[in-house]
């Protein structure tokens, strides 16, 4: 028999043995695993399209369980191809999730909590506060929409997801590995580990637990100032966790053979742009097996800065690159708020789409 306690819970977001105490004692092993593929690899829309389950056994679990996915509200259609979606969760919240469609690549990248609690100057999630934290079912649903609405194998190379829509994952980082257990289980989702990346504003602590998990995805650190004071002003959560003990968690993070730390650093206009700022990031990130991501600002409304020129973006990044390996990230959905910091529930002209502020 089914166990009573775990009425009208989803199954996205069980792990194989969740799905098996749901079942009971009782039940066959296989039928467990049958659920989970179901959901996970097949993405079944509703529980009464398992078809390997009994009839019976279908009906029992419909009555007490849903899939859990998430209800499309909206998308919008960036001109470069990008997709922005606007995901309505079971309490009536919103996330977004956008796909940066490329040549050779197709990267979703998904939101780990509805709102962000760290103050970033320069984003436009922060404006929203913090509403809460995303459970792991949420956090997967959104790349199984992503894959569903564009036909994409998650065990394709091609396919990588980032976490680095709303919120600080760190801050939710319970849901965060276990999304990413269900992510990367080749009987469920199937992406590679080398394929999932977490984006983090710089929680010293939680750095420090996300190295000790044996399945987590890759690191990357939000830096985007070349001091303390500057940082900051800038990032207001260092007075909290200085830059300097910053660097200290990652030079003792344990990088896997295969991985490098990333830095992402936001370039705003006359603020920390300057080729000496860039000669300071070279001295911080000295002793480190990492490379760095390069973004111009994403502008949006309310937020007080500006973009630099192209050329002051291509003089900084040739400073860093006789140093570390440094790129500069391509803007991919700019027109409808979908770019890096452009995430607050938008519509495609700039008012909020769900009627939240």
Known sequence: MLNLKKMAQPIL???????????????????????????????????DCISTLPAGLRAELAATHSVGRLEPVRHFDSLDGTRRYLLRLADGRTVEAVLMPEAAR?????????????D????????????????????????????????LDPRDARVNVVLMGMGEPLLNLANVLKATRLATDPEGIGLSPRRITLSTAGIIPKIAELGREPVRPKLAISLNASSEEQRRELMPITRKYPLKDLLDACRAYP??????????????RDVNDTDADAR???????????????????????????TPAPERVASFQEILKRSVPCFIRKPRGRDVYAACGQLKRMSASGGNQDGRD
């Not at 197709?106 to 760290?118: E, L, N, R």
């Not at 997967?140 to 992503?146: D, F, I, K, R």
């Not at 990088?255 to 705003?268: A, D, G, H, S």
């Not at 001295?283 to 500006?306: D, H, Q, T």
Request: charged share 20%; proline share 5%; net charge positive.
């Open 13 to 47: 977001g069980m792990e194989l043995s969740e799905i098996r105490a749901v079942l009971g004692e009782t039940a066959p092993a296989y039928r467990a695993r049958q659920i989970y593929q179901a959901v996970y690899r097949q993405g079944i829309a509703s529980i």
């Open 106 to 118: 197709d990267t979703i990248c998904i939101s780990t909590q509805v709102g962000c609690p760290v």
């Open 120 to 151: 970033c100057r320069f984003c436009l999630t922060a404006r929203m506060g913090l509403e809460r934290n995303l459970t792991a079912g949420e956090i997967a649903g959104q790349v199984l929409h992503v894959v569903r609405e564009h036909a």
């Open 255 to 268: 990088l896997r053979p295969w991985e490098r730390l990333t830095f992402e650093y936001v370039l705003l």
């Open 280 to 306: 300071r990031v070279v001295r911080l990130l000295a002793r480190l097996k990492c490379k760095v991501n390069l973004i111009a600002l994403n502008p949006g409304p309310g937020i007080p800065f500006e």
